[in-house]
């Protein structure tokens, strides 16, 4: 009776531990997360550190936990980031929930096996600044960081911003009937507005912006609002400059910064998953022939021109491409959230194509698609620069015939949510007399983030899948070294190496990048010994792959006791000896 | 007796002051030679290279001696912690260094190019000790900023200086070969003489020989040839083991890659770095270039070759406009005149792409027109170079022979080497092939600031020619007036008007309240372009080159007026009217 009562304590006692914080997943600012995060650590101090890697532009501290235990530097790592787009809380919350989930099990088996082999980093909340605009009293979604950006070059900054105009604390969008206007319905979603194209026979309607007034009575209404950079614009990957949320030039926002030095310190990183728009894993970046150079003369030729990168899409160096589509496949099945096309300036994109790691990217949540799809057609919208008004809304469906994941939610919101679409209502702005001025749109925050008592569904989810990454890290092993004695003392000894993991031990891009080190073989030999062929320090510059093999052959004169590591940060080491 | 003493007195107060004022033609002690400023506050001679400490030292005097026209400050440290010093030169008493068109000059980016420093601190020696004694640097300084940082990468040229390293690259230390070991096998002064030169052993059948007329030399057999000679590279062991000499030194990065415009990844472009403005130098330089919209011309003193190159620098986009590309050709030609042998060359139509550099960024994200110097050429030498592939070295031993009696060649000595046995040490120092000797180095100093100084010439000189007013009756009134640029440049370059990097110019009307007003068409129409908000601050794109600006605005009252142009670029001028 007494081990009845035991056990069932026990399993009680389990559940609760394991899932009980995991009840009560919300929504929080800035200095809510970093209490829980640190207090996370405080929790598990001996699996658990919290980094500060730098700050946002607004002068916050960006954190990253770093869990596992040893030597970091020598242990193949993967790293979590979320807390990228500009209206993307869900990410953050998905993120720590997979830290808090790791961390809370780390003693079953499985968890126990991962943790002694490699390292995570997670870091929940990579750009702070722009997520403060949930929780502000009047909800607007921000341009990006807070970096201070004179986008009108009048001298001032951040002077005219926002301004709630139908007193409902939201910022949503104003369209002005007009002649000159670009924009339409959509005809598919009639809230929504889409870019009318000329070629398709139709005519603009509308001039589109946010909400607000001409504060500064310059003419133009909320052309230089709080912020910024959009953080997942102003990488080096694919970079387009001058425009209105991107930076002045890649790499300018702080956070940014703070990441490449994050990721540029630890070689240990092979493989990078990031909560975003796109979602890489469903929609697989195209492998265009590596060998191919880009178009015109001269470009990718300094550097020798295989897998030289240029235009819109990169093209990978055929062992990483092998590898990205190897775990592509085992992870797929998991990825359940649709995304939008990839963006110019991408951290996913800079990930493998600049940092060279295996790079993974989904959003944390993306709404069901309605079962009427019968007007699901290609909506391909372009992104707004004219009008100065950036945000989530005007991004590219990630193929030609799919939904973006704004039409997903609208449609969605439409029928279960309708209090999160403000339909547009007609508004007497003294900007524009002589128009037609409807101020609607979708409530910022709605396309990328469910109802709160969604987010424990979501975050397992992702979970799922982030875990499952987690398991394909490089595993290195190396058999039982085979000697062939020649005679004469000298001894033929051969190393056959290989890794049970799905990811390589290390990319092609990441060795070209200088961002991952060498996979080396470092001979050790006893006083006597020499190495006839080969070398003491063995440079194999060709990844192995995921269940691959390779073997290496030393031929060694003399007696006594060699010693083999094997290894680098970004596959682990291995230890051999041989007693000749 | 007492008036004898007084005229005693006054007679040799007048010689002696006659002296100190007939001294314009006269140094101490002779004739002048012209071109150089006379007895200068600062003395320098100009046959040498300054390190860190010397430079500093120059820079502080000419700071002391000059407090008026100067202001030192530090960009901030290199990795070392040295400062990366900028001096600021301008007539502070004629308005502020922020207020006008400015010029910026950079030297050594390249560590190993090290002449461009000598350069530049010539030129701010110069402006200085000029400034009282020649009407043309005078109006410049009273007009114009400078802003000169003479080192930019300040840890590895001082490397250069004191050290047998020959780097470009900067220090910070990065693991280049990926062992895990950083900066663990860089070249080897092997032989103790100072320098790291070049290997070579004799083996019989080899592909190398000497050249007959210079022994020293170097040269490839011909196919029906035996040589006796194999190269076998830079000055080095395997420091670290792992079979390979020389792989990983200090540093491994190329500074001039590490800017924000087309910076493109190692396996494209090498020497990149992590990301732009990575490397605390060109982070440094870049803040500061942001900081200072006037900066509208700039130099960047590189070596060799002996040309003025501009931009692009990739084919990807041909990011110059027409209009900008007039200016750069005008100037650029000039260049090619007033500094002999020297050619104005198109970077990336004469050489090889490059992504990430410096001048392409100032072009792009700043609105700057950029030109870069690389100094020397080897028609220095002999004003010719000789034929065949290896004239130009051939031209290096003969002036070894002929003009340095031997210095500048290490001669081929033994040494013991761990690795290949018995070889021979040897090669030029490295001072041969980009730098000038000694009795050059003036000339390059003087020709080179000469075509910094007709440039910055060019910048914008912006005027209020006219202001009239005429009544319209009911205490309204229409103002015009005439603004001129009278410099080529615009205020503006078409890549900054194009793509609104900066902001407009203003011109403001001060005193009566303004009704209206706008840019007229020219200078005798009636009619303009009303600017509906905020008349009182016009607002234009930019005033062009060698042109004139009409503005009107319709006022009430009869308050005296003044009208004011600010141009972040053009820098500030005003006029009134009573």
Same mark, same amino acid.
Not at chain 1, 176 to 181: A, K, Q
């Given at each position: 009776?007494?081990? @009845?009562?035991?056990?069932?304590?026990?399993?009680?006692?389990? /559940?609760?531990?394991?899932?009980?914080?995991?009840?009560?997943?919300?929504?929080?600012?800035?200095?809510?997360?970093?209490?829980?995060?640190?207090?996370?650590?405080?929790?598990?101090?001996?699996?658990?550190?919290?980094?500060?890697?730098?700050?946002?532009?607004?002068?916050?501290?960006?954190?990253?936990?770093?869990?596992?235990?040893? #030597?970091?530097?020598?242990?193949?790592?993967?790293?979590?980031?979320?807390?990228?787009?500009?209206?993307?809380? /869900?990410?953050?919350?998905?993120?720590?929930?997979?830290?808090?989930?790791?961390?809370?099990?780390?003693?079953?088996?499985?968890?126990?096996?991962?943790?002694?082999?490699?390292?995570?980093?997670?870091?929940?909340?990579?750009?702070?600044?722009?997520?403060?605009?949930?929780?502000?009293?009047?909800?607007?979604?921000?341009?990006?960081?807070?970096?201070?950006?004179?986008?009108?070059?009048?001298?001032?900054?951040?002077?005219?911003?926002?301004?709630?105009?139908?007193? #409902?604390?939201?910022?949503?969008?104003?369209?002005?009937?007009?002649?000159?206007?670009?924009?339409?319905?959509?005809?598919?979603?009639?809230?929504?507005?889409?870019?009318?194209?000329?070629?398709?026979?139709?005519?603009?309607?509308?001039?589109?912006?946010?909400?607000?007034?001409?504060?500064?009575?310059?003419?133009?209404?909320?052309?230089?609002?709080?912020?910024?950079?959009?953080?997942?614009?102003?990488?080096?990957?694919?970079?387009?400059?001058?425009?209105?949320?991107?930076?002045?030039?890649?790499?300018?926002?702080?956070?940014?910064?703070?990441?490449?030095?994050?990721?540029?310190?630890?070689?240990?990183? @092979?493989?990078?998953?990031?909560?975003?728009?796109?979602? #890489?894993?469903?929609?697989?970046?195209?492998?265009?022939?590596?060998?191919?150079?880009?178009?015109?003369?001269?470009?990718?030729?300094?550097?020798?021109?295989?897998?030289?990168?240029?235009?819109?899409?990169?093209?990978?160096?055929?062992?990483?491409?092998?590898?990205?589509?190897?775990?592509?496949?085992?992870?797929?099945?998991?990825?359940?959230?649709?995304?939008?096309?990839?963006?110019?300036?991408?951290?996913?994109?800079?990930?493998?194509?600049?940092?060279?790691?295996?790079?993974?990217?989904?959003?944390?949540?993306?709404?069901?698609?309605?079962?009427? /799809?019968?007007?699901?057609?290609?909506?391909?919208?372009?992104?707004?620069?004219?009008?100065?008004?950036?945000?989530?809304?005007?991004?590219?469906?990630?193929?030609?015939?799919?939904? /973006?994941?704004?039409?997903?939610?609208?449609?969605?919101?439409?029928?279960?949510?309708?209090?999160?679409?403000?339909?547009?209502?007609?508004?007497?702005?003294?900007?524009?007399?002589?128009?037609?001025?409807?101020?609607?749109?979708?409530?910022?925050?709605?396309?990328?983030?469910?109802?709160?008592?969604?987010?424990?569904?979501?975050?397992?989810?992702?979970?799922?899948?982030?875990?499952?990454?987690?398991?394909?890290?490089?595993?290195?092993?190396?058999?039982?070294?085979?000697?062939?004695?020649?005679?004469?003392?000298?001894?033929?000894?051969?190393?056959? @190496?290989? #890794?049970?993991?799905?990811?390589?031990?290390?990319?092609?891009?990441?060795?070209?990048?200088?961002?991952?080190?060498?996979?080396?073989?470092?001979?050790?030999?006893?006083?006597?010994?020499?190495?006839?062929?080969?070398?003491?320090?063995?440079?194999?510059?060709?990844?192995?792959?995921?269940?691959?093999?390779?073997?290496?052959?030393?031929?060694?004169?003399?007696?006594?006791?060699?010693?083999?590591?094997?290894?680098?940060?970004?596959?682990?080491?291995?230890?051999?000896?041989?007693?000749? | 007796?007492?008036?004898?003493?007084?005229?005693?007195?006054?007679?040799?107060?007048?010689?002696?002051?006659?002296?100190?004022?007939?001294?314009?033609?006269? %140094?101490?002690?002779?004739?002048?030679?012209? !071109?150089?400023?006379?007895?200068?506050?600062?003395?320098?001679?100009?046959?040498?290279?300054?390190?860190?400490?010397?430079?500093?030292?120059?820079?502080?005097?000419?700071?002391?001696?000059?407090?008026?026209?100067?202001?030192?400050?530090?960009?901030?440290?290199?990795?070392?912690?040295?400062?990366?010093?900028?001096?600021?030169?301008?007539?502070?008493?004629?308005?502020? +260094?922020?207020?006008?068109?400015?010029?910026?000059?950079?030297?050594?980016?390249?560590?190993?190019?090290?002449?461009?420093?000598?350069?530049?601190?010539?030129?701010?020696?110069?402006?200085?000790?000029?400034?009282?004694?020649?009407?043309?640097?005078?109006?410049?300084?009273?007009?114009?900023?400078?802003?000169?940082?003479?080192?930019?990468?300040?840890?590895?040229?001082?490397?250069?200086?004191?050290?047998?390293?020959?780097?470009?690259?900067?220090?910070?230390?990065?693991?280049?070969?990926?062992?895990?070991?950083?900066?663990?096998?860089?070249?080897?002064?092997?032989?103790?003489? !100072?320098?790291?030169?070049?290997?070579?052993?004799?083996?019989?059948?080899?592909?190398?020989?000497?050249?007959?007329?210079?022994?020293?030399?170097?040269?490839?057999?011909?196919?029906?040839?035996?040589?006796?000679?194999?190269?076998?590279?830079?000055?080095?062991?395997?420091?670290?083991?792992?079979?390979?000499?020389?792989?990983?030194?200090?540093? !491994?990065?190329?500074?001039?890659?590490?800017?924000?415009?087309?910076?493109?990844?190692?396996?494209?472009?090498?020497?990149?770095?992590?990301?732009?403005?990575?490397?605390?130098? %060109?982070?440094?330089?870049?803040?500061?270039?942001?900081?200072?919209?006037?900066?509208?011309?700039?130099?960047?003193?590189?070596?060799?070759?002996?040309?003025?190159?501009?931009?692009?620098?990739?084919?990807?986009?041909?990011?110059?406009?027409?209009?900008?590309?007039?200016? =750069?050709?005008?100037?650029?030609?000039?260049?090619?005149?007033?500094?002999?042998?020297?050619?104005?060359?198109?970077?990336?139509?004469?050489?090889?792409?490059?992504?990430?550099?410096?001048?392409?960024?100032?072009?792009?994200?700043?609105?700057?027109?950029?030109?870069?110097?690389?100094?020397?050429?080897?028609?220095?030498?002999?004003?010719?170079?000789?034929?065949?592939?290896?004239?130009?070295?051939?031209?290096?031993?003969?002036?070894?022979?002929?003009?340095?009696?031997?210095?500048?060649?290490? +001669?081929?000595?033994?040494?013991?080497?761990?690795?290949?046995?018995?070889?021979?040490?040897?090669?030029?120092?490295?001072?041969?092939?980009?730098?000038?000797?000694?009795?050059?180095?003036?000339?390059?100093?003087?020709?080179?600031?000469?075509?910094?100084?007709?440039?910055?010439?060019?910048?914008?000189?912006?005027?209020?020619? +006219?202001?009239?007013?005429?009544?319209?009756?009911?205490?309204?009134?229409?103002?015009?007036?005439?603004?001129?640029?009278?410099?080529?440049?615009?205020?503006?370059?078409?890549?900054?008007?194009?793509?609104?990097?900066?902001?407009?110019?203003?011109?403001?009307?001060?005193?009566?309240?303004?009704?209206?007003?706008?840019?007229?068409?020219?200078?005798?129409?009636? +009619?303009?372009?009303?600017?509906?908000?905020?008349?009182?601050? =016009?607002?234009?794109?930019?005033?062009?080159?060698?042109?004139?600006?009409?503005?009107?605005?319709?006022?009430?009252?009869?308050?005296?007026?003044?009208?004011?142009?600010?141009?972040?670029?053009?820098?500030?001028?005003?006029?009134?009217?009573?």
């Amino acid at each position: 009776m007494k081990q @009845i009562r035991l056990f069932i304590a026990s399993i009680a006692f389990l /559940t609760l531990t394991n899932f009980a914080f995991a009840q009560t997943l919300k929504y929080q600012n800035y200095s809510d997360e970093a209490k829980s995060i640190n207090e996370l650590s405080a929790k598990y101090g001996d699996l658990c550190k919290v980094l500060d890697i730098g700050k946002s532009a607004g002068g916050r501290t960006i954190y990253a936990l770093e869990i596992g235990k040893g #030597n970091s530097k020598e242990k193949p790592a993967l790293l979590v980031i979320a807390g990228v787009e500009n209206d993307d809380l /869900t990410g953050t919350v998905s993120a720590k929930y997979f830290a808090e989930t790791i961390l809370a099990n780390s003693n079953s088996d499985s968890v126990k096996a991962l943790l002694d082999k490699y390292y995570l980093y997670v870091i929940p909340r990579l750009s702070p600044d722009a997520l403060e605009g949930f929780f502000e009293k009047v909800k607007s979604l921000h341009i990006g960081d807070d970096f201070k950006i004179d986008q009108d070059k009048d001298g001032k900054f951040d002077e005219d911003g926002y301004n709630d105009l139908d007193g #409902n604390n939201i910022i949503t969008l104003m369209r002005i009937t007009s002649v000159g206007g670009e924009w339409i319905e959509s005809p598919d979603d009639p809230g929504l507005l889409k870019k009318a194209d000329i070629k398709k026979g139709e005519f603009g309607k509308y001039i589109v912006m946010f909400e607000g007034i001409d504060d500064d009575k310059d003419g133009l209404v909320n052309e230089d609002p709080p912020g910024g950079i959009n953080i997942n614009k102003n990488t080096t990957y694919n970079y387009k400059p001058y425009t209105d949320d991107g930076g002045l030039y890649p790499f300018q926002a702080p956070e940014l910064r703070a990441l490449g030095d994050f990721v540029f310190d630890r070689p240990n990183i @092979i493989a990078v998953f990031t909560f975003n728009n796109h979602n #890489n894993i469903l929609d697989a970046w195209k492998i265009r022939n590596p060998q191919a150079q880009s178009q015109g003369p001269g470009s990718g030729a300094p550097s020798g021109g295989m897998g030289g990168r240029g235009g819109n899409s990169g093209s990978m160096f055929l062992a990483d491409s092998i590898a990205y589509a190897m775990v592509v496949k085992d992870v797929a099945p998991l990825s359940k959230y649709k995304g939008d096309a990839e963006g110019s300036g991408d951290i996913p994109g800079w990930a493998f194509y600049d940092a060279g790691r295996l790079s993974f990217c989904a959003p944390a949540w993306t709404y069901p698609e309605m079962k009427d /799809t019968s007007r699901a057609r290609g909506n391909n919208r372009q992104q707004m620069t004219q009008e100065r008004a950036p945000g989530a809304f005007g991004a590219q469906a990630a193929q030609e015939k799919s939904l /973006t994941r704004e039409q997903i939610a609208y449609r969605w919101i439409k029928k279960n949510a309708p209090q999160n679409f403000i339909e547009w209502k007609e508004f007497k702005h003294p900007d524009f007399p002589n128009n037609k001025v409807e101020i609607g749109g979708l409530v910022p925050f709605t396309i990328s983030n469910p109802p709160e008592d969604s987010l424990k569904n979501a975050s397992a989810i992702s979970y799922k899948l982030i875990y499952k990454l987690f398991k394909d890290l490089p595993d290195l092993y190396v058999d039982a070294p085979l000697v062939e004695p020649l005679g004469n003392g000298v001894s033929r000894v051969t190393l056959t @190496i290989g #890794n049970k993991g799905k990811m390589p031990t290390h990319t092609t891009t990441g060795r070209r990048v200088k961002a991952l080190q060498s996979f080396l073989i470092r001979t050790k030999l006893a006083d006597g010994q020499s190495i006839e062929s080969g070398k003491k320090v063995t440079f194999i510059e060709e990844p192995l792959q995921g269940g691959g093999k390779i073997t290496r052959t030393f031929l060694i004169v003399g007696k006594g006791k060699v010693e083999f590591n094997i290894g680098s940060p970004s596959a682990g080491y291995k230890n051999v000896s041989v007693q000749l | 007796m007492k008036n004898i003493f007084k005229y005693i007195f006054v007679l040799s107060f007048l010689l002696v002051s006659s002296r100190i004022f007939c001294q314009a033609n006269y %140094t101490h002690s002779s004739l002048k030679a012209l !071109g150089a400023p006379n007895n200068p506050k600062v003395q320098v001679v100009w046959d040498r290279f300054y390190d860190y400490k010397e430079l500093t030292g120059l820079l502080q005097k000419l700071n002391a001696a000059y407090p008026e026209l100067t202001r030192l400050e530090s960009l901030g440290k290199t990795y070392e912690g040295r400062d990366i010093w900028c001096i600021t030169i301008t007539n502070f008493k004629n308005g502020n +260094e922020a207020d006008k068109p400015a010029y910026y000059i950079d030297a050594a980016i390249h560590a190993n190019e090290i002449q461009g420093t000598e350069v530049a601190l010539y030129t701010a020696w110069f402006l200085l000790e000029s400034y009282n004694q020649n009407p043309f640097v005078k109006n410049l300084l009273d007009t114009k900023t400078f802003y000169i940082v003479p080192v930019q990468s300040i840890d590895s040229r001082e490397a250069f200086l004191h050290t047998p390293l020959e780097l470009r690259s900067g220090k910070v230390p990065r693991d280049d070969d990926g062992d895990g070991l950083i900066d663990e096998d860089g070249p080897d002064d092997l032989n103790h003489d !100072g320098y790291i030169s070049q290997m070579r052993i004799r083996i019989k059948g080899g592909r190398w020989k000497s050249d007959p007329d210079y022994p020293n030399m170097m040269v490839r057999c011909k196919p029906d040839e035996e040589g006796e000679f194999e190269l076998l590279g830079e000055e080095g062991i395997d420091n670290d083991g792992d079979g390979f000499i020389n792989e990983d030194g200090p540093g !491994g990065y190329d500074p001039n890659r590490n800017w924000g415009w087309l910076w493109k990844p190692n396996y494209i472009q090498s020497g990149a770095d992590h990301y732009p403005f990575s490397i605390p130098e %060109t982070k440094a330089i870049g803040e500061f270039l942001k900081k200072h919209p006037n900066i509208l011309t700039s130099e960047s003193y590189h070596n060799s070759g002996g040309m003025l190159l501009i931009g692009p620098d990739q084919n990807e986009q041909d990011i110059l406009y027409p209009r900008d590309i007039q200016l =750069l050709d005008f100037i650029g030609e000039k260049g090619t005149e007033i500094i002999p042998y020297y050619k104005y060359i198109n970077s990336y139509k004469g050489f090889y792409p490059t992504y990430g550099d410096e001048t392409n960024w100032q072009y792009a994200d700043l609105g700057i027109l950029p030109f870069v110097n690389e100094l020397w050429t080897s028609m220095n030498m002999f004003r010719s170079v000789s034929p065949g592939r290896e004239g130009e070295q051939k031209d290096e031993f003969k002036f070894d022979k002929l003009l340095l009696f031997n210095e500048a060649f290490l +001669e081929w000595k033994e040494f013991n080497h761990p690795q290949f046995g018995k070889i021979e040490i040897g090669g030029f120092k490295k001072q041969v092939g980009r730098i000038p000797p000694s009795f050059l180095l003036e000339e390059e100093c003087h020709r080179n600031m000469a075509f910094t100084l007709f440039n910055a010439s060019l910048l914008p000189s912006l005027s209020v020619e +006219e202001i009239n007013r005429v009544s319209l009756g009911k205490d309204l009134y229409r103002v015009t007036a005439v603004i001129r640029n009278s410099k080529q440049l615009p205020t503006k370059l078409d890549v900054d008007v194009q793509n609104k990097l900066t902001r407009a110019d203003w011109i403001y009307l001060k005193g009566p309240k303004v009704v209206t007003g706008g840019i007229k068409k020219d200078r005798f129409a009636v +009619e303009f372009a009303e600017q509906k908000h905020n008349p009182q601050r =016009l607002e234009v794109p930019r005033i062009e080159g060698n042109s004139f600006l009409f503005v009107t605005w319709i006022v009430k009252g009869k308050d005296k007026i003044t009208v004011e142009v600010d141009s972040e670029k053009g820098g500030k001028t005003s006029k009134q009217l009573n």
